[in-house]
């Protein structure tokens, strides 16, 4: 016997087999070390560069398809919600979709075209996973933003790092160190990634050796929003919850 909520989740289970392949590809990725971060030393600025490189010449970046993986997978999960819509609609049209809204004002007003056919009852329930509630519902907004611009143009994979916590780091010759980091730098060789400023200000008898390692985003350049692959696992099962919180909805 089907469910009204079988095809979102397919949908979300189809998502969760692009997320396989994104791995085992970004796992390839990493084994064959075509990227590194090394650092070189600023003396006139007192900071230690820290900045990614390639180990090929020409660069070689993370396959494209890694991007349209990620954006197949925004789509899926995206179109998972908006089925949840068409499924509670009396009236089913183009129109319905699951609004994602950053205040409420504008959930107020978009619900009146996507839940227009949508009985009220529904309306606090879906009301209570705008991303303006916080506790972890802002990833429906990343979601959205990230899906929205995955239509015009592939998201492009970029590298970040949460250095110096992360990293390995022996420093000699200062006191102290302070982190000036950049969100998200594509691959490309020499890419600044982030700047150790070294107090007091150092000279050339400082030492920096670090061994730092890097995540890959999939980001908007324009917005700077950009998600993971452990981020991605997280919508997922977001997604996925809100779905099953719908399934008593619908009669047995």
């Known amino acids: 016997m089907t469910h009204p909520?079988?095809?979102?989740?397919?949908?979300?289970?189809?998502?969760?087999?692009?997320?396989?392949?994104?791995?085992?590809?970004?796992?390839?990725?990493?084994?064959?070390?075509?990227?590194r971060i090394a650092g070189e030393l600023d003396s006139d600025a007192g900071e230690y560069v820290m900045r990614i490189y390639s180990n090929r010449q020409p660069p070689v970046p993370p396959p494209?398809?890694?991007?349209?993986?990620?954006?197949?997978a925004l789509n899926n999960l995206r179109s998972a919600l908006d089925y949840v819509i068409w499924?509670?609609?009396?009236?089913?049209?183009?129109?319905?979709?699951?609004?994602?809204?950053?205040i409420p004002k504008l959930f107020e007003a978009r619900s009146k075209g996507y839940l227009a056919t949508v009985p009220e009852k529904h309306w606090a329930k879906i009301e209570s996973y705008q991303p303006y509630h916080g506790q972890g519902r802002?990833?429906?907004?990343?979601l959205v933003k990230l899906n929205d611009a995955d239509k015009h143009r592939l998201l492009l994979p970029g590298a970040v790092t949460s250095a110096p916590r992360k990293g390995k780091f022996t420093v000699s010759g200062l006191d102290s160190?302070?982190?000036?980091?950049?969100d998200w730098v594509p691959f490309e060789d020499g890419a600044e990634i982030y700047r150790l400023r070294l107090e007091p200000h150092a000279g050339s008898n400082v030492n920096?050796?670090?061994?730092?390692?890097y995540t890959i985003v999939f980001a908007d350049p324009d917005s700077g929003i950009g998600v993971n692959i452990a981020d991605l696992r997280k919508l997922r099962i977001s997604v996925s919850n809100i779905v099953e919180d719908f399934a008593g909805d619908f009669p047995a």
Do not use: W, Y
Request: glycine share 6%; net charge neutral; aromatic share 4%.
């Open 5 to 35: 909520l079988d095809g979102s989740r397919a949908k979300i289970e189809r998502a969760g087999d692009h997320l396989e392949t994104l791995d085992s590809v970004l796992t390839r990725f990493a084994k064959e070390g075509s990227f």
């Open 64 to 72: 494209a398809r890694t991007s349209a993986i990620v954006g197949d």
């Open 87 to 102: 499924q509670l609609a009396l009236a089913p049209s183009k129109k319905n979709q699951f609004p994602v809204c950053d």
């Open 138 to 142: 802002e990833q429906l907004a990343v």
């Open 177 to 182: 160190i302070a982190v000036r980091g950049m």
């Open 208 to 213: 920096v050796k670090a061994e730092v390692p």
